[in-house]
């Protein structure tokens, strides 16, 4: 089993930046994948950023590349998400994800491809 906790969710302005923490425990010898995904109101959950734990690779959805960075921190057990220039449609619950399957570039950033999810953290950006 894997636990997922997030923090660092806020109230900021557009333009402003945060940076979201997920503490990882459990089974993290078996993770392959680790990640965020967004889900606002009325909406589907969306991918925003997955990194595969065992090297540097990193998968991005086209809305937030370039403004936001998914890190790791093996020593800490921890995955980050820096988001820079935030934007009101940006406002939404952020989850941390992982999973042990590979997965195929198609499918990276699907939600149904994740079997572990925190409890998420609210990121509200105002105009």
């Known amino acids: 089993q894997v636990q997922l906790v997030e923090s660092g969710g806020g109230s900021v302005q557009a333009g402003a930046s945060l940076r979201l923490s997920c503490a990882v425990s459990?089974?993290?010898?078996?993770?392959?994948?680790m990640g965020w995904f967004r889900q606002a109101p009325g909406k589907q959950r969306e991918g925003v950023a997955v990194?595969?734990?065992?090297?540097?690779?990193?998968y991005y959805n086209s809305f937030v590349k370039g403004r936001f960075t998914i890190s790791q921190d093996n020593a800490k057990n921890t995955v980050y998400l820096q988001m820079n220039s935030l934007k009101p449609e940006d406002t939404a619950m952020y989850y941390c994800?992982?999973?042990?399957?590979?997965?195929?570039?198609?499918?990276?950033?699907?939600?149904?491809?994740?079997?572990?999810w925190g409890q998420g953290t609210q990121v509200t950006v105002s105009a």
């Open positions: 994800t992982a999973d042990l399957n590979l997965k195929t570039l198609e499918r990276v950033l699907s939600p149904n491809e994740y079997n572990y």
């Open positions: 459990g089974s993290i010898y078996s993770i392959n994948y």
């Open positions: 990194k595969y734990r065992r090297g540097s690779s990193t």
